[in-house]
């Protein structure tokens, strides 16, 4: 056994186990490298690779308003393609019956009360099931990261397992009734951001940022 930053890694003839403070993580030992196959959260719950969020914010926190999204950025939609192809994807039931149809080329996960009607998508009654399909979702998709994508209640329970955040943060001061819950921007450090922009269809400048949280 050695230690790997603050991580412990355990060899067992082919398969490797790194141990964190948080979770166990199981992986394929080949070649000299390490092929992570899934995590072991200690009260059960398999975490994905990377649990990441995705939201568009303005600078007042505002996300939403009377149920849709107050602004029209298409850049931002083609962008949260880009991040979330090939990879599962969280949402809430609000979001879910706002769209027009199922995500493509993605795992959807809905996570609604039991009694509410999926048709489409994985349907999760709990945190922790949506965790593990997340998990699952990841090994046969091949991706590195799980995507967190609304609504406001969704952003609330993941937050704090998440390690990244995309961002786009836009100069909007029209009306919200749905905000991101509080983020506290000194547990989080700005790996890149884009310059800002003016979106062509609604004239709002707007920039994308990649977040990461910091290390305890």
């Not at 979702?137 to 590195?144: H, K, R």
Request: hydrophobic letters at 40%.
């Amino acid at each position: 056994m050695r230690a790997i930053s603050r991580h412990f890694l355990i060899t067992l003839s082919g398969f490797a186990l790194v141990v964190t403070f948080k979770y166990v993580c199981v992986c394929l030992r080949y070649d000299g490298r390490l092929f992570w196959l899934y995590s072991i959260h200690p009260e059960g719950t398999y975490l994905p690779h990377e649990l990441a969020l995705s939201v568009a914010i303005s600078r007042k926190g505002v996300i939403g308003h009377n149920g849709g999204v107050p602004w029209s950025i298409p850049d931002d939609l083609r962008r949260f393609y880009r991040i979330s192809v090939g990879k599962p994807v969280i949402i809430g039931f609000d979001t879910w019956r706002h769209m027009p149809k199922p995500l493509p080329r993605r795992r959807t996960i809905v996570l609604a009360e039991a009694d509410k009607s999926i048709d489409g998508a994985f349907h999760a009654h709990s945190q922790e099931m949506a965790l593990n399909e997340a998990e699952r979702a990841c090994q046969y998709l091949v991706s590195a990261e799980a995507i967190v994508a609304g609504g406001a209640n969704v952003y609330e329970q993941f937050l704090p397992q998440c390690t990244k955040i995309y961002m786009t943060e836009i100069l909007f001061e029209g009306p919200g009734d749905t905000y991101f819950p509080q983020l506290l921007l000194d547990e989080w450090r700005v790996h890149d951001e884009s310059p800002r922009r003016e979106c062509a269809v609604s004239g709002l400048l707007y920039q994308f940022k990649t977040m990461y949280r910091r290390e305890k």
